[in-house]
């Protein structure tokens, strides 16, 4: 079991920046790739970014590459996200998530999650 918990949401501007942090406890949370998800109301949950277990590779959706960079600290038990450029379209609940297989996009692929939470951009 690895329990993920999320934050670092907020309301931010057109054009400004947040970090969020997924913070995990539990099982041993290098033995696990972790993905960012986002899902807005009305919209199925959606691919944001991962980054491999040891942080050495990372993979990006087509909508946040360039503006979003994930990154982990495993001896912190934690992984970021580093939002800049934020747009309307990125207001969303988003999802840390653990995954045992590297490099899915799919929520299946995913067993342990966060509870959220939730990032709203004005404009």
């Known amino acids: 079991q690895v329990q993920l918990v999320e934050s670092g949401g907020g309301l931010v501007q057109a054009g400004g920046s947040l970090r969020l942090s997924c913070a995990a406890s539990?099982?041993?949370?290098?033995?696990?790739?972790i993905g960012w998800f986002r899902q807005a109301p009305g919209w199925e949950r959606e691919f944001v970014a991962l980054?491999?277990?040891?942080?050495?590779?990372?993979f990006y959706s087509a909508s946040v590459k360039g503006r979003f960079t994930i990154s982990r600290d495993n001896a912190k038990n934690a992984v970021y996200l580093q939002m800049n450029s934020l747009k309307p379209d990125d207001t969303a609940v988003y999802y840390c998530?653990?995954?045992?297989?590297?490099?899915?996009?799919?929520?299946?692929?995913?067993?342990?999650w966060g509870q959220g939470t939730q990032v709203t951009v004005s404009s």
């Open positions: 998530a653990a995954s045992g297989e590297y490099y899915y996009t799919n929520t299946d692929a995913y067993v342990f």
């Open positions: 539990g099982n041993i949370f290098s033995n696990y790739h």
């Open positions: 980054i491999s277990r040891s942080g050495g590779g990372s």
